[in-house]
């Protein structure tokens, strides 16, 4: 069975980005494989935060994870500070990965600015921590949205390194698995991870500006549609969210150059669960003034449950935290025999 890791930080509102990027192909996933989802709050500690509120938003994403449809029960759910092991191996990463690659994340890049001198390590290091995140339960697939396609690639850049510094102890140790790196057949200890990016929302756009991703940090609630948005809200971004005078089409190829509208079709297939070719056979050749009104309409009848369902949860604090510890447990478990074997590898004593 696929062994699955995703993430989510707790820093600020969910968004329809989050959602449709990440939280729903969480949901779908937990039927052909074992799933582990974490709020990853030692990431969040690269933003810019309110301490006070960290708690109540791990357990705000946590209710968003479960009003979802994930089961704790059947999977694991859990904040990452619970379990050392990742910060443990997000050290070891640091060493065997190189700060050159690092420099070249657009993710580090856009967040630092100009200023990347006053920029936190942590922020630098971001990478090597998601990696551990994911390495240290062995994942095979990661879902992700788009934005976090490159992070992807250098988690396996990582894996590799790894295998390949310390493929003698490995191989002495009796611990790799054959796997394939291109042609070549070798003996590593890490998997090289798949990402799970795609399908037509893989990167939801701000409704104000086609060209910048929906974004927690957007100064701008018109641009984002919270998970926790009334009927109300959604509707009234919806009928703000920029668009352009034309028609839409009823086919793909004449979106192109068309951001915004491309976009709503985007949420539209997401949340419909269709392609953007379907969404356009229904609607090519009507305008926004009916395209939009649809959208919204979709748009709450399924978002609307899951707000619901979120208050209903946030209300039973006890529940959400005995989620969190009872995850936290069994995510260590699987995480700390990683890292004894790792331990070994590289020739640490312990026992
Ligand atoms: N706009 C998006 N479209 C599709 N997927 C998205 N994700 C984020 N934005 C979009 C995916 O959501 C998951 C969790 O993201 P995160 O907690 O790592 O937060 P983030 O990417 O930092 O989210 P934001 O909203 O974009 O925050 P800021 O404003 O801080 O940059 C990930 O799988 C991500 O790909």
Not at 67 to 76: E, R
Not at 95 to 120: H, L, P
Not at 299 to 314: D, H, Q, T
Not at 322 to 346: F, H, Y
Request: overall charge negative; hydrophobic content about 40%; aromatic content about 6%.
């Amino acid at each position: 069975k696929p062994l699955v890791f995703s993430g989510v930080q707790p820093t600020g509102n969910l968004h329809l980005g989050n959602y449709l990027g990440a939280i729903k192909k969480f949901v779908a996933l937990q039927d052909t494989s074992d799933c582990i989802y974490c709020v990853v709050d030692l990431h969040s500690l690269t933003a810019q935060l309110v301490h006070e509120d960290l708690k109540d938003q791990t357990r705000a994403i946590t209710a968003a994870f479960l009003a979802s449809g994930i089961d704790p029960k059947k999977h694991i759910v859990f904040n990452q500070s619970r379990v050392m092991q990742h910060a443990e191996l997000a050290w070891i990463f640091n060493c065997v990965a190189r700060i050159g690659w690092m420099n070249r994340m657009t993710q580090f890049k856009d967040k630092a600015g100009k200023d990347r001198e006053n920029a936190s390590l942590g922020l630098l290091a971001y990478p090597s921590l998601m990696a551990a995140d994911i390495l240290v339960y062995r994942a095979t697939h990661v879902p992700v949205g788009d934005d976090q396609k490159q992070h992807l690639e250098l988690t396996r850049d990582i894996a590799q390194k790894f295998n390949n510094d310390f493929s003698d102890r490995i191989a002495g140790l009796g611990v790799g698995v054959e796997m394939k790196v291109g042609e070549e057949t070798v003996n590593g200890f890490f998997p090289l991870t798949e990402p799970i990016i795609g399908g037509p929302a893989a990167r939801i756009m701000s409704l104000r500006d086609g060209s910048k991703k929906m974004s927690k940090s957007d100064p701008s609630d018109l641009s984002r549609i919270n998970l926790t948005d009334d009927a109300d809200s959604i509707s009234k971004k919806i009928r703000k969210a920029k668009t352009d005078p034309e028609a839409l089409p009823g086919e793909l190829d004449g979106l192109a150059g068309r951001p915004e509208a491309e976009n709503l079709v985007g949420i539209y297939a997401g949340l419909a669960e269709i392609s953007k070719e379907a969404v356009l056979k229904e609607f090519g050749g009507q305008q926004f003034s009916v395209f939009k009104p649809a959208l919204a309409d979709l748009a709450v009848e399924k978002l609307a449950p899951i707000a619901g369902e979120m208050r209903r949860i946030s209300d039973d604090r006890a529940y959400v935290d005995a989620v969190l510890s009872d995850g936290g447990e069994r995510a260590g478990l699987l995480a700390e025999a990683t890292m004894k074997t790792v331990r070994d590898i590289i020739g640490l004593l312990q026992g």
